[in-house]
């Protein structure tokens, strides 16, 4: 394809030194990314607090940080790097804009003076494969000048209306792409939708039953719908088609946790592996939806068990059970397995 490096070369280092792409995205635990503004002090203040309370945490360098404070933000960035130990947990930042003036100050001390504590550098607004392939060649040179043994991943949020039309060639643009996450407060202002809310429904996304033929003044049922549906299954499908993670994004209405809980676990079970943090509060909220329950769990292995060697039809509870259901079972354990690694609560509570 026109544009696309030909697949000889695609897992070749861009640049002389420079660490060679990883041909599998590491799967760990990444139930929540948690959002912290570095340029708050306070804030900085409570990350060794937060460190072992999150499976990913995330400095934000871009929206949410104003323009006055984008330097304080980034040599914020590179303190948290310099000065915690991770441990287990994953330590991610979002530069700002392809197009802004912060962003390649943001790529370089990203990379040469917290290169060695980052997991992965969150792009937004990317618009198609040509956004990652300026950050792919960048991070590389950048990469062999830090002496980095191990490739920045990438993950980009899809959040224009171009980058969702082009979201298949975005995830396969570069072998760094490790996931994509939805952006629902830029992709609704690009795609000029009429919601002014943070991620999450709309009580005027809706639809209403038919009128009652014996009694047509009677009250009609509404349903609400999920504004976000269509855009994260085509997220899904594209990442999974490409080997990396899908995540839902924020959820803007910090006190409404239950309705946070619900736009969460329709993610969960579409097929995303987790969702952002704003707020202390989510955190728990997102542990508690991207891990698996542990009736599912228990259920998940009795139709293991029940199946044998995995193949044929039986009925379990008076429900079939063939080939195809016994895949979806070790979905979940596959997913609590590598949970109960990292919890030892959640290890107990599944009992594997
Ligand atoms: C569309 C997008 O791009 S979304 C991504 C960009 N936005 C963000 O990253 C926002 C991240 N979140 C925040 O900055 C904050 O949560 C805010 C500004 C929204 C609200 O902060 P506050 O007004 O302080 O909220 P609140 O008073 O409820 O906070 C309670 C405590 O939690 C702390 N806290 C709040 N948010 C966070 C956070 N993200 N990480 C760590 N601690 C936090 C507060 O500092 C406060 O601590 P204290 O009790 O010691 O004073
Ligand atoms: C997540 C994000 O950046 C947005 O919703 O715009
Ligand atoms: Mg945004």
């Not at 995330?58 to 590179?78: F, I, Q």
């Not at 891990?291 to 769990?297: E, G, I, K, L, Y």
Request: net charge negative.
């Amino acid at each position: 394809m026109i544009g696309m490096r030909p697949p000889k070369d695609f897992f070749r280092p861009l640049a002389v030194g420079a660490p060679e792409p990883l041909r599998e995205i590491p799967v760990r635990p990444s139930r929540m990314i948690h959002f912290f503004p570095p340029s708050v002090d306070k804030m900085v203040a409570k990350v060794p607090d937060i460190i072992p309370t999150v499976d990913v945490l995330l400095a934000n360098l871009e929206d949410g940080v104003p323009a006055t404070d984008k330097d304080a933000a980034r040599a914020g960035m590179v303190r948290v790097a310099q000065d915690n130990d991770f441990g287990e947990t994953q330590f991610w930042t979002r530069i700002n804009s392809l197009d802004s003036p912060w962003c390649l100050d943001d790529l370089t001390a990203a990379v040469l003076e917290a290169g060695e504590a980052l997991d992965v550098i969150m792009v937004p607004k990317v618009e198609g494969p040509e956004d990652i392939h300026y950050v792919d060649r960048l991070l590389a040179q950048l990469e062999a000048k830090a002496g980095l043994d191990t490739p920045l991943q990438v993950h980009a949020i899809l959040e224009t209306a171009r980058g969702v039309a082009n979201v298949e060639e975005i995830c396969g643009a570069s072998p760094r792409m490790q996931g994509l996450s939805l952006g629902p407060a830029d992709l609704a202002a690009n795609r000029r939708m009429k919601t002014t809310r943070v991620g999450g429904g709309h009580p005027g996304y809706l639809v209403r039953s038919d009128p009652d033929a014996d009694n047509p003044e009677a009250a009609r049922a509404t349903f609400q719908q999920d504004l976000w549906h269509y855009t994260i299954a085509r997220m899904v499908d594209a990442c999974v088609t490409h080997g990396i993670l899908p995540f839902y994004g924020p959820f803007g209405d910090i006190k409404d946790t239950q309705a946070c809980e619900d736009q969460f676990r329709n993610a969960y079970l579409l097929g995303c592996v987790g969702a952002w943090s704003l707020h202390p509060v989510q955190i728990g909220i997102a542990k508690t939806v991207f891990s698996p329950d542990p009736a599912d769990v228990a259920h998940a292995k009795r139709v293991v068990d029940a199946m044998g060697d995995g193949t044929g039809a039986i009925m379990l509870d008076g429900k079939m059970e063939d080939d195809a259901s016994v895949k979806q079972c070790r979905v979940v354990l596959e997913l609590a397995r590598e949970l109960s690694a990292r919890d030892p609560e959640l290890a107990e509570a599944y009992d594997l």
